[in-house]
């Protein structure tokens, strides 16, 4: 410990002086992190140290030694397999949204901001970082069902008819069914929550089952809230994309009707801390977009505007 104390503190102090860091900054970064972890493992050195003292088999130690570093091993083979396994899911994730991407091009942004916006407001809500990394990726996917609606319907420009529009709006079923197989294996029941009940809607005019209040999943009513703001921020070929200022005051003013009120004051709160995702075009700049898709023609396939409800409108679903 003593070693660990010097060495970081002498590390931190260099990174300081060098780049002009806050010490505590350069602290909380780079080495509180590992703090947890030498202290963890110290008791696991003072182990092996009293088991190379023990000698089970022969007069050496050191047998006794390689025993204890059996199990470890395996530990960390497990681990490396435990990351392995993430990172696949993240590459599944990519894939299906590659898939998803071929058919409606303004998809991935669309996700993206929907997901970025997600895990900001989740973490607000449960304080919780991991928590709200698992929304993110399930937000990824919240409209992985579009996979499975036809082009022509997907893609009109004009007015749905009522058969049309209830096609579209099975896409959260659709999504849900799709991923049924990596059920439990890569897909926990947090993002089927969030594919299945992303429109359901806090007065319970929502689809697919008409979930009210509390009983829909506080993850969807999460992603459900960002889904409508990228998408009223975003401008559809049937309505103009509202200014930031405009989308803020639909979401407050729908507070209670669409939204779950108490996610419409947090997310009051981060929009006032000026995010990256509360104007579309910085958005898109940041990440490397060149050109404004909120004046480019955009499927039509859905949106989020809480406003109106009645199939053909598309102003209540994404
Ligand atoms: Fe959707």
Known sequence: MAFFATNTLLVTTAIH????????????????????????LSPLALLLARAYETPLI??????TVLLFLVPLYYSRYYWDEKVRLEQAFDTTLEVLMNALEAKEKQTRMHSERVADIARDLAKAFYNDEAKAQEIY??????????IAIPEAVLLKPGKLTEAEFDLIKSHTKLGAELL???RKVAFDQLVYNVILYHH??????????GLAGQDIPEEARIVGLADAYEAMTAGRPYREAKSPEEALKEVQDFSGVQFD?????LFTVLWNQNPIWRDREAYLAAKGGSVSPSTLPQPSSESS???SSEPGSRTSES
């Open 180 to 182: 049924s197989p990596a």
């Open 137 to 146: 990726r399930a937000a990824r996917l919240h409209d992985i069902g579009k």
């Open 17 to 40: 002086l060098s780049s002009g860091t806050p010490w505590k900054e350069v602290w909380r970064k780079n080495i509180k992190w590992l703090a947890l972890s030498y202290l963890l």
């Open 58 to 63: 022969g007069n050496w130690g050191g047998w």
């Open 305 to 307: 505007l809480p406003s």
């Open 261 to 265: 009120p108490k996610l419409v004051r």
């Open 200 to 209: 359901e809607r806090w007065d319970g005019r929502g689809y697919p089952e």
